[in-house]
């Protein structure tokens, strides 16, 4: 095991102070918080060290609404499992969730009202996107500056084309497991010579 890896125990003693987690092990608190720092090979070896079933412990995190199972289980944990939701994500001390509470208002509020894609708002509720965010963060790095600022790009770009071909805000963090988001916060400052792909959500 990696005896470099750091337990917040005062996310522990927070969870334990929320309605409902007291009826959770302490090693599914431990379990969520090693997935949630991308090491998923302790993950595993602390479910062994339980006597534990990873899907047995999945789908009662699910059904404790901490986590939503997006792809189908293997025998070892890996990336692109499961989101977490805001339920667990709230609990986490500032220097692990990055402060994405204190301005995921504003990335929000960047997005048009009354625009939609298909039948779908392209601005959707802070609720939905937190957990996209914090799992986007999580795997990518970017500074809350270079995410403000792709988006601001990219709405610029689909406004000059009177929103033609915009994506939703969930789906422009993550979609399918590959981000839009991403893309331009790698390419800052470049012109887009994307004119033709739609990556709106499906009806």
């Given amino acids: 095991m990696n005896n470099n890896i750091q337990i917040d125990f005062e996310f522990l003693k927070n969870a334990y102070k929320i309605k409902g987690l007291f009826r959770l092990h302490p090693e599914l ?4 918080y090693l997935v949630y720092l991308n090491e998923y090979d302790e993950a595993d070896n602390w479910v062994k060290s339980c006597d534990g079933n990873l899907r047995t412990i999945l789908q009662r995190l699910e059904s404790a609404s901490y986590i939503k199972i997006i792809s189908e289980i293997p025998d070892k944990m890996c990336e692109e499992i499961l989101d977490f939701k805001p339920e667990f994500t709230n609990l986490l001390p500032l220097s692990s969730n990055q402060g994405i509470e204190s301005w995921i208002k504003e990335w929000v509020e960047l997005w048009p009202s009354g625009v939609k894609a298909g039948s779908y708002y392209v601005k959707t509720s802070e609720k939905d996107i937190l957990p ?33 071909y915009t994506t ?19 390419n800052l400052g470049t012109k887009s010579q994307d004119k033709t792909t739609d990556f709106s959500k499906e009806v």
């Fill in 29 to 32: 608190l431990i379990f969520m």
């Fill in 132 to 164: 996209r965010m914090n799992k986007f963060i999580k795997k990518y790095k970017f500074s809350k500056e270079t995410i403000i600022a792709a988006t601001k790009q990219y709405l610029a770009e689909r406004k000059a084309q009177n929103w033609a």
């Fill in 168 to 186: 939703c805000a969930d789906y422009f963090i993550f979609k399918d497991n590959v981000s839009r988001l991403a893309g331009y916060c790698t």
